[in-house]
Nanobody, 123 residues
């Protein structure tokens, strides 16, 4: 059974940094892994997509500020967030999808989710 358990998050001022962690178990190496966020009332958006080949994609909104990574055992995902802005305020989720990453993938395509963690950036 795939399980994702998140930790980290919290509150920070504009320009600050936070790191999120996600312990992942029960998944296969060809899964697509991702970090997504949801601001209340809005659709969840992907902030990092990690392919089975190690390719990581970021949207322009976080490119250069956010870095996704895995530990060597691939049991923990990380999301390092630097130069945070108020518009980064959201609930952040890690997620996994057994069919792999594919073009046009959206939040609805992920089958497994972490519990979510709040990130608040004050101005």
């Amino acid at each position: 059974q795939v399980q994702l358990v998140q930790s980290g998050g919290g509150s920070v001022e504009t320009g600050g940094s936070l790191r999120l962690s996600c312990a992942v178990s029960g998944y296969a190496s060809d899964y697509c892994l991702g970090w997504l966020r949801q601001y209340r009332g809005r659709r969840r958006e992907t902030v990092a997509e990690i392919g089975a080949d190690g390719t990581i994609r970021y949207p322009d909104s976080v490119k250069g500020r956010f870095t996704a990574s895995q530990d060597s055992a691939k049991s923990t995902l990380y999301l390092q967030m630097n130069d945070l802005k108020p518009e980064d305020t959201a609930i952040y989720y890690c997620a996994a999808e057994k069919w792999g990453c594919y073009t046009g993938m959206t939040s609805g395509d992920y089958g497994y989710w972490g519990q979510g963690t709040q990130v608040t950036v004050s101005s």
